[in-house]
């Protein structure tokens, strides 16, 4: 069974600290993604990465940073943790293709991270 | 870059009865077009796709429709039961920065009633 694992269900973090999130899946899947979810707003992307060392910007990458040091790994990092930076986190992985093979994302359980 | 906008955003339904999610999409030159369902506390998994070389697709009691042209989609789920109470994802893949990547709609929360 294909699995994508975020390192933390629920995380609290203080204003100001510097957060990692990790995520790793097992599928050696191309690209990676992290979404924040907030009721209301939807899945919205903040950064994904297609390879090893690469990095792109999604919708909102502001405040975020991104670490792809090893294909099965990606981490997000929250330089300054602000109570704005409150949500849930999602990763997400697949496949990269020029055909059409299967482009669904496979999702990871979240992590909820609260930042008092 | 792609847009996706997604109607209604709660649906609340009678168990047996038919629902239906609307989704249009900007971007011409997007080709693949899933659906999620997110069951409370849950992560999204994938429940039916459809490409852009198909009109209808149908799994069970679900079913996804695309017009092209008009630049829409829809998801049909009939005969509903307590266990389709959710919230619903659709989506639209596009390429850039040499990757291909999913635009998400804002969700719809799909509650039947019992």
């Known amino acids: 069974d294909v699995k994508v694992t975020q390192s933390s269900r629920y995380l609290v973090k203080r204003t100001g600290e510097k957060v990692f999130l990790e995520c790793v899946q097992d599928m050696d899947h191309e690209n990676m993604f992290w979404y924040r979810q907030d009721p209301g707003l939807g899945l919205r992307l903040i950064y994904f990465s297609y390879d090893v060392k690469m990095k792109e910007k999604g919708d909102i990458p502001e405040g975020y940073s991104v670490s792809r040091e090893k294909k099965e790994r990606f981490s997000l990092i929250l330089e300054s943790a602000s109570t704005n930076q409150t949500s849930m986190y999602l990763c997400?992985?697949?496949?990269?293709?020029?055909?059409?093979?299967?482009?669904?994302?496979?999702f990871g359980s979240g992590t909820r991270l609260t930042v008092v | 870059g792609e847009n996706v906008e997604q109607h209604p955003s709660t649906l609340s339904v009678q168990e047996g009865d038919s629902a239906v999610i609307k989704c249009t999409y900007s971007d011409s030159a997007s080709n693949y077009f899933p659906w999620y369902k997110q069951e409370l506390g849950k992560r999204p998994q994938l429940i039916i796709d459809i490409r852009s070389n198909v009109g209808e697709k149908k799994d069970q009691r679900i079913a996804v429709t695309l017009n092209k042209t008009a630049k829409h989609f829809s998801l049909h789920i009939t005969e509903t039961q307590p266990e389709d109470s959710a919230v619903y994802f659709c989506a639209a893949l596009g390429v850039g920065a040499g990757s291909y990547q999913l635009t998400f709609g804002k969700g719809t929360k799909l509650s039947v009633i019992p």
């Open positions: 997400a992985s697949s496949l990269y293709g020029q055909g059409p093979s299967n482009y669904g994302y496979t």
